[in-house]
Structures are given as C-alpha cells and as structure tokens.
C-alpha cells in the first residue's frame, strides 16, 4: 500500500508518495507517471495500491472536489484499468464553522452566482443547493464550487434552471470559461472562444471530436444559441489515453474491479455494448451503490444501466439471467432509486409499475429535473417509461 502524504492549500490539493507496491505487469510502467501527476494536488492521507491495473484508493480527502480531480488523474493515466475509492472526506472536529456561509460566499465569488438566487442548507455532511440560475452550466458550476468546501461529503441540487430557449443568456462568457476551467476531458491547452448574437464560436486545438461534443455541450447548457466548432483543429497527442477502449477490454476491467472490491460481494453479469454498461445481479444497498461508482471510474465508460436488485426484494430471483424485473422488485428499486434523487419528491411525484412499464407523473420545475427523474426509472431496469411529468404547466408525453 503507498501513502499519500498531503497539505491542504486552499482549494487545491498536492501529494507526496512513499510507501511499497504490489508488483504486476501494469505497476512498473504506471507509478512513475501517477506519482509525478499527484504531485500536482494536496491531500491529507491517502494510501493506494495497484493491483493488476486496479488502482485502490484508501484514506481521507478534504472536500469532494479533491476526490473526482485525484479519480480524474488516475483515469487519465496509461495503465490503469479502473479505479477504487474507498476514501472519505474528513470531518471536522469543530461544529463552529458556518458552512451555509462559506457556500454563500463561493458561489459569489467564483461561480458568479448573486447571493439571493441559490440557498445553502447543511446537515449530517449533506450540503442541498435551493433556489434558480440562468443556464444549466451556472447550475453545474455551482454545485462544482460547493464540492470544494471542505467537510462536505455529498452535494445535492435542488436547483431550477431559467429557460433560455427565447434568448441568449447575457452571462454566456463568465458561465462558459467557468465550465471550460472543471471540464477534465479537455487535455489540451484551454480551448478559446468569442460570442456574438448567443452564438458560441470556438478556436484552437483539440485531441478528438469527443471534445467537440462536449465543447458544444456546454455552450448550449451555458445558453448559447447555436455553436460554431469549425475553426477547431484535431490534433491527436499520440498518447494511449486518446484512443477508444474496446468493450471487450471495458468488461474484463470492470470485472477485475468489481472482483477486487471488498463491498462487491457477489458475482455479477456485466456486458458492454459502445461503453454503455449493463450491471445485473442481487446485492446489498451498499454494493450496488458500489458497484455502479467503480464502473463509472472504469475508463471507456460513457453510461451505467443498474439492473443490480436487493436480495431481500428479490427472493431468489436470479437476476443474473432474467431479462425483466417482476413489478414489486422493480417498484422496490424505484423506491430505492428515487429516495437518493433531491428532485424526485414524492409530495409532488408519483410513479406506477404495470408489466414492466413504469409511468411517471406529477410536477417538476424545469425538463432538466423531468430528465433526471427519467434517467432513473429507466436505469432501474423498467422495459419502458412513460413520461406524464408536468413542465411549468405544460405536459410532454414521451413514450
């Protein structure tokens, strides 16, 4: 096991490696580049260890911003098949400290966001975010900024987003470069752009036309009204990281992780088909949430379908090899799914499960939310969702 001796600097974070290794086929080539990447950040203990290209990831990190940008490094590095994170985030021994204040505060002064519009309230380590924004990317930010408050193990966004279909948001350029600065697919220089008219043209080089995805991405969730990418230039580093990860090669790592994690407990079924994976077995509440984190830190990764069922609501259902959930196992896994989702308040959100087809209805502020609540049912393993959720009094019916 290595150890990560680190400082806390403001809201950055570096390290300093010492400690044994395993050693395998990956770990010689892999620790000389993770450790020069680590050196970067500040943590405040963490030990790792890489066991057959699975980085495991033990110990304590000051705020939650610290642990995706350390997850971030390691998927990025050539030789490691998937990541761990068995770390915490440290609690203090002071309950003095105002942390509603400190949000407050951040929010103001590096997302842009005018103290009125956005509510913090924090219990038990939980941090919820109330109130509205002016585009999908001020609301991303805003949760990105609360992640680096320290102490704060999990952020939740209650937050509604203004429409900007009818015209450009006037912020395009500060919620833009904010996005650019927390987007970790871009691994080249920044990117630069100009806005006209809400229209977002971009310039510079790039390594694939993944990134141009995300570029025009986040210039329609900043608001824009269209987007130009054509002065882009792809330009491939060369390095193993830019290419595709075969499925085949998704599975076999993910397998290996899943293997190796103390809280996966079971065996499951994984296939992938174009990075997008499938879970399906019984486990635990903890081991699916478990689970479905680790193959989401599996580089290749781009969506998880959690068909993963509690044993307790299936019986003996062998989940394995079932092709549908019976209606009560996937009306629990609603329930289970929908309970750890802020937008789905069943005050105002109701759902029925008939034959496998889950209908949603009742009201949400905006079709992010209505989205969001959508993404759920469908990852919970329904053959099909119907959706009669409300939007600002206007109905859309997606079957």
């Known amino acids: 096991m290595k150890k990560l001796q680190t400082?806390?600097?403001?809201?950055?974070?570096?390290?300093?490696?010492?400690?044994?290794?395993?050693e395998n086929r990956h770990t010689e080539n892999v620790i000389p580049f993770l450790e020069n990447q680590l050196q970067k950040y500040t943590t405040d203990s963490v030990e790792y260890e890489i066991n057959n290209g699975v980085l495991t990831l033990r110990g304590?990190?000051?705020?939650?911003?610290?642990?995706?940008?350390?997850?971030?490094?390691?998927?990025?590095?050539h030789g490691i098949r998937s990541v761990i994170d068995l770390t915490e985030?440290?609690?203090p021994e002071s309950t003095s400290r105002d942390i509603p204040h400190e949000v407050i505060s951040l929010l103001s002064h590096n997302a842009l966001i005018?103290?009125?519009?956005v509510t913090p309230t924090w219990e038990d380590g939980v941090l919820t975010l109330r109130g509205h924004v002016r585009s999908l990317?001020?609301?991303?930010?805003?949760?990105?900024?609360?992640?680096?408050?320290?102490?704060?193990?999990?952020?939740?966004?209650?937050?509604?987003v203004a429409s900007t279909s009818y015209e450009p948001n006037p912020f395009i350029n500060d919620d833009l470069n904010l996005a650019l600065d927390r987007t970790y697919r871009l691994t080249t220089a920044p990117v630069d752009f100009v806005v006209n008219d809400g229209t977002v043209q971009y310039y510079g080089k790039i390594n694939s036309t993944a990134e141009v995805e995300t570029l025009r991405r986040l210039a329609k969730d900043a608001g824009a009204v269209s987007t130009d990418t054509s002065q882009l230039e792809i330009v491939s580093s060369g390095s193993p990281s830019d290419r595709p990860v075969p499925d085949d090669a998704i599975a076999e790592a993910i397998t290996e992780a899943l293997d190796q994690h103390p809280d996966v407990t079971k065996d499951l079924a994984v296939t992938v088909e174009h990075g997008i994976v499938t879970l399906k077995g019984l486990l635990d509440p903890a081991g699916i949430?478990?689970?479905?984190?680790?193959?989401?830190?599996?580089?290749?990764?781009?969506?998880?379908?959690?068909?993963?069922?509690?044993?307790?609501?299936?019986?003996?259902?062998k989940a394995t090899e079932s092709q549908s959930l019976p209606d009560p196992v996937l009306a629990k896994v609603l329930e289970?799914?929908?309970?750890?989702?802020?937008?789905?308040?069943?005050?105002?959100?109701?759902?029925?499960?008939?034959?496998?087809?889950?209908?949603?209805?009742?009201?949400?502020?905006?079709?992010?939310?209505?989205?969001l609540i959508r993404q759920d049912a469908e990852l919970s393993g329904a053959e099909k969702v119907i959706n009669k959720l409300v939007v600002d009094s206007r109905q859309e019916e997606n079957e």
Request: net charge negative; no cysteine; charged share 15%.
């Open 60 to 77: 304590e990190l000051p705020h939650l911003l610290a642990k995706e940008q350390l997850i971030a490094i390691a998927k990025s590095t």
């Open 137 to 160: 990317v001020a609301r991303d930010n805003a949760i990105h900024v609360a992640k680096s408050v320290p102490s704060v193990a999990e952020v939740r966004s209650q937050i509604a």
């Open 89 to 91: 985030i440290s609690q």
């Open 289 to 317: 949430e478990a689970a479905e984190t680790t193959v989401m830190n599996t580089p290749g990764v781009e969506q998880v379908k959690n068909h993963l069922a509690i044993p307790s609501w299936a019986d003996n259902m």
């Open 114 to 117: 005018p103290p009125i519009t």
């Open 336 to 371: 289970e799914q929908f309970e750890h989702n802020p937008y789905a308040d069943p005050s105002e959100i109701s759902w029925e499960v008939n034959e496998g087809v889950v209908t949603l209805t009742g009201r949400v502020p905006d079709l992010a939310v209505a989205s």
């Open 7 to 22: 400082v806390l600097l403001a809201s950055m974070f570096t390290v300093s490696l010492q400690a044994t290794t395993n």
